[in-house]
């Protein structure tokens, strides 16, 4: 099946520095990737829809300028959550359709995650 | 977007059937209704989707009730490794592709 994977899959870090999250897609091509987060003991909150070579859509609520996405190639989206603090500690999952158009009936495969702490 | 309802948890014995019901009762004729289902601290994983006729696939199996308003996830024999957070979602109407996740249902397999 389409693999997805994500790195770091945790990072530490200090108040103030910026984090870089990377998605790839390893056996297929994806236009469309998806950001999310998860706080402990709750559910998975979409933050973006990242497009390839286009600018990412965010959901309501979520600070474009403080989390940046990047989606550069068709296997890779990228997301930097910038001067972090304590409250951006979370684990944040990306997934990805394995096909050039989203619609009803594809298949979203999502990675690992990757777990930020803040300190 | 049409919103699903599922139990918060469940338990089912290993080996035997595990049946967790979905209400979605506002899903509109084009909208899909997939399953997912997250072990702990990992990715969602794709279990099964369908739009009006039962599925089944060598996870599990997905029965949709006629009016659509409700539909069953059925893994055939749970075991220890099948206890995760189940999550029932109606796909949007949109080709944004979204998927929108609501609470879900834990499922303890126990021995």
């Known amino acids: 099946g389409a693999v997805v994977s994500q790195h770091p899959s945790w990072v530490i870090c200090k108040s103030g520095t910026s984090v870089k999250i990377e998605c790839r897609s390893l056996?297929?091509?994806?236009?469309?990737m998806f950001w999310y987060r998860q706080f402990p003991k709750q559910s998975l909150m979409l933050m973006a829809t990242s497009n390839e070579g286009s600018k990412a859509t965010y959901e309501q609520g979520v600070e474009k300028d403080k989390f940046l996405i990047n989606h550069a190639s068709l296997t890779l989206s990228t997301l930097t959550v910038t001067s972090a603090h304590p409250e951006d500690s979370s684990f944040y999952i990306c997934s990805a359709f394995p096909g050039l158009a989203a619609s009803s009936t594809d298949t979203q495969y999502f990675g690992p995650g990757t777990r930020l702490t803040v300190l | 977007d049409a919103k699903t309802t599922q139990p918060t948890s469940m338990d089912c014995a290993e080996g035997r059937a595990a049946n967790l019901p979905c209400n979605h009762s506002t899903i509109s004729g084009n909208e899909y209704v997939y399953w997912y289902r997250q072990i702990h601290s990992q990715g969602p994983q794709y279990i099964i989707h369908g739009l009006k006729n039962n599925e089944t696939n060598e996870m599990a199996s997905l029965i949709i009730t006629e009016d659509r308003k409700s539909s069953t996830l059925i893994l055939p024999h749970a075991t220890l490794r099948d206890t995760a957070v189940y999550y029932c979602i109606v796909r949007v109407a949109s080709n944004t592709g979204k998927l929108i996740f609501g609470q879900g249902t834990t499922l303890q397999v126990k021995p």
């Open positions: 056996d297929f091509q994806a236009t469309t």
